[in-house]
């Protein structure tokens, strides 16, 4: 009857409006657009690797230098970041809730797959569907590491600086 990621999309939305009412809701912070991601551990930038433009197209880091497939932008209001080379928006590909799920781009449709929390005191940007964070996988320092969500326990690999 309903579509699955209609399905899901109302029930992370419900999720949503709980968790904000409990206070469990992490801060999110104001962005703006061309904005860079640099992770804190290995010091490298988010990006869609190799610049696709594809859905399904996965995340990655790279050695920051600006460019289009490392800018951002991020609407507070609907949680969204969008790439500014693809113009399609990140999410945890369909709709995981595991640890090491990939993370990449997708049309955006606001999904609560495609919501994130940005939390500036802590670096964290946690996923509203899932709960967990994005983070460089193993701790990886290498370009095209892959980028994934993991749960969130704040390691250097999870934090994030923007500015």
């Not at 579509?3 to 992490?26: D, E, I, N, Q, W």
């Not at 995340?59 to 507070?76: K, L």
């Not at 209001?77 to 999410?91: A, R």
């Not at 290498?142 to 980028?147: K, L």
């Amino acid at each position: 009857m309903f579509s699955k990621r209609f399905t899901a999309a109302v029930l992370a939305a419900v999720m949503v409006v709980v968790a904000v009412f409990a206070g469990g809701a992490p801060a999110s912070a104001t962005v703006g657009v061309n904005k860079l991601f640099e992770n804190r551990f290995s010091g490298k930038c988010l990006e869609i690797s190799y610049g696709a433009t594809a859905n399904f197209a996965v995340a990655g880091q790279y050695s920051c230098y600006g460019g289009p497939i490392q800018a951002w932008n991020y609407s507070t209001s609907t949680g969204l970041i969008q790439n500014v080379n693809s113009g399609k928006c990140l999410e945890v590909i369909n709709y995981s809730t595991a640890n090491f799920a990939p993370v990449g781009q997708y049309d955006c449709y606001g999904g609560a797959n495609q919501q994130w929390y940005l939390a500036r005191s802590t670096g964290l940007i946690q996923n509203v569907y899932s709960g967990k964070c994005l983070e460089v996988l193993n701790y990886a320092t290498n370009d095209f590491a892959p980028v994934g969500q993991y749960d969130c326990y704040g390691g250097a690999n999870q934090q994030w600086l923007w500015s």
